[in-house]
């Protein structure tokens, strides 16, 4: 991926005397789904309102696939989820999204993008019979149907069942693998730890992190964690490993990454006297904890 459909660069906004965003530098290219996290108040929403170009900038700059935020050709290339979606309630979902289609000069299969996303049930139920996450469902609709480049996504699983988020997330991967960049705001770190390509950490309007799983970790040096279970008593697995004692039969080691490798090799020669290992690497929660905690020089 090397098209860069939003590109973010030294983003800095103040609101009175405060300083909000401290110049902020982001990208996301086209088929890339990243998620951006941070405390209530860290600078999310403040990010998002000004690449939608709801809000003017202080400094720096920020392009959606080459153009200013607000631009007309910026709002034909950008599709927006926000949380709190809302239609008009006495419309049914049919209707909205025929409305949208016309406003934005389209012709669409309105049926099916509601039968996508799960209102195929519910397209000529009035909006205002709706529960939270059917709202949301029609907010993904209208999304889907822009065909946009760039998709901001602030909490789109709010209000959905389990079933549903799976169902959203598998929308969301056709959207990345249709060339659409995927900016999504959440707040459920589970979720998009397995979901998502990227991980950009935001702390008091700062972005304290931007890379990988992996890379987070690496950086972070945080331990991954195993426990070996013996087949009879444990004080030999104590002995090779230098792990803890956990019980009669386990050991718990924490180690670097770099030396998970060497110490599976020495419990892969230990042969039988091993029933089982398991190996915990650092989650994404350990490290959110760890980055939007972490003091800023």
Known sequence: MTDKIL???GLVKDRGQTRVLHGVDLTVSAGERVALLGHNGAGKSTLIKTVLGL?????????????????????????????????????????????????????????GLLERVGLADALDRRIGTYSKGMRQRLGLAQVLLGKPKLALLDEPTSGLDPISRQDLYAIIDELAAAGCAVLIASHALTEVEARTDRIAIMRK???????????????????TKMRVRATADAEALVQVTGGRRMNGA????????????EMLRKIAEMGGAVADVDITPPRLEDLYRFYAKEELH
Do not use: N
Request: aromatic share 4%; proline share 3%; net charge neutral.
């Open 205 to 223: 309007g700062h972005l304290v992190a931007d890379d990988t799983l992996a890379g987070l970790s690496a950086k972070a040096g945080l331990r």
């Open 7 to 9: 590109e973010i660069q």
């Open 55 to 111: 809000t003017k900038m202080g400094s720096g700059s920020v392009k959606i696939a080459g153009h200013k935020p607000g631009s007309g050709a910026a709002r034909a290339d950008t599709a927006f989820l926000p949380e709190a979606v809302s239609f008009h309630p006495a419309l049914t979902g049919r209707e909205q999204l025929t409305l949208f289609a016309r406003l934005a000069g389209q012709k669409a299969d309105i049926a």
């Open 250 to 261: 386990s050991v718990e080691i924490e180690i670097d990454a770099a030396g998970k490798m």
